[in-house]
C-alpha cells in the first residue's frame, strides 16, 4: 500500500496447475470464495499488501490474543487508511468527470 511500509502485494500468480491446493470440501470452496473475494476487494481499492501481514493480522484477529498494535493504534491506522482510499478515490472521480468536459 502507497505510504504504508512493508507494502509489497505479489503481483504474479502461480502458473496453471502450480497451486497444490485442492477445494476437497464446501468449506474449502467457502473459505477460498471469501480470500478472492477480499484480495479482489484491496486490490480494486489501490491497496498494495504484503500477504503474510495480513495473514499475521488476520491470525491474531482471529485467535483473541495479543495483538502488535494497540486496540487505539489498530484503529487510528484504519481510520487513516480509509481517508486516504476515500481520497484517492474522489481524485479518480474528479479526473472523470473532468475528462468529459468539453
Known amino acids: 500500500m502507497p505510504g ?4 509489497n502485494m505479489p503481483h504474479c500468480p502461480p502458473a496453471h496447475g502450480e497451486d497444490r491446493h ?6 474449502d470452496k467457502i473459505q477460498y470464495a471469501i480470500g478472492v473475494e477480499v484480495a479482489r476487494n484491496f486490490k480494486n481499492q489501490g491497496l498494495d499488501l504484503d500477504l503474510e501481514m495480513v495473514a499475521k493480522g488476520m ?29 484517492r478515490q474522489s481524485l479518480v472521480k474528479q479526473g472523470a468527470a473532468g475528462d468529459r468536459k468539453p
Open 59 to 87: 491470525r491474531d484477529g482471529l485467535s483473541g490474543g495479543e495483538l502488535l498494535v494497540s486496540e487505539k493504534e489498530l484503529r487510528s491506522i484504519l481510520i487513516s487508511v480509509q481517508s486516504d482510499i476515500r481520497r
Open 22 to 27: 485442492q477445494l476437497n470440501s464446501p468449506g
Open 4 to 7: 504504508v511500509p512493508g507494502g
